[in-house]
């Protein structure tokens, strides 16, 4: 091997190392995009998650809400009735007497 092969493979191996650290950096690049995309989807989970339980919250409030004029209506039913049963019983012990 004389100088001019030498000199050819040292381009070459010089060529190869510089294409190297070119895809090196670029994968380094790349490598760091994808932690910053876990690290959002990461967040957008944990975002997530926290609107899942504010929501379920929410559901809970809207049914309670929801229930309560039946309550009332219900409450009020009661008391309706509990009267009405007052009244005759009361109109019956009048009637015999009492």
Same mark, same amino acid.
């Given at each position: 091997?004389?100088?001019?092969? /030498?000199?050819? %493979?040292?381009?070459?191996i010089?060529?190869?190392? =510089?294409?190297? =650290?070119?895809?090196?950096?670029?994968? %380094?690049?790349?490598q =760091?995009? !994808?932690?910053?995309?876990? +690290? &959002?989807?990461?967040?957008?989970?944990?975002? +997530?998650?926290?609107?899942?339980?504010?929501?379920?919250?929410?559901?809970?409030?809207?049914? +309670?809400?929801?229930e309560?004029?039946?309550?009332?209506w219900?409450? /009020?039913?009661?008391?309706?009735?509990?009267?009405?049963?007052?009244? /005759?019983?009361?109109?019956? !012990? &009048? +009637?015999?007497?009492?």
């Amino acid at each position: 091997m004389d100088n001019e092969d /030498i000199a050819r %493979e040292h381009q070459l191996i010089y060529d190869l190392a =510089k294409s190297n =650290k070119r895809r090196i950096d670029n994968l %380094e690049e790349e490598q =760091k995009e !994808l932690r910053s995309l876990t +690290q &959002a989807v990461s967040m957008m989970a944990s975002e +997530q998650k926290n609107m899942r339980d504010d929501l379920a919250e929410m559901k809970t409030d809207v049914k +309670q809400i929801k229930e309560k004029p039946a309550k009332r209506w219900d409450f /009020i039913a009661e008391r309706v009735l509990g009267l009405i049963t007052a009244a /005759i019983v009361a109109w019956m !012990l &009048a +009637q015999i007497g009492l």
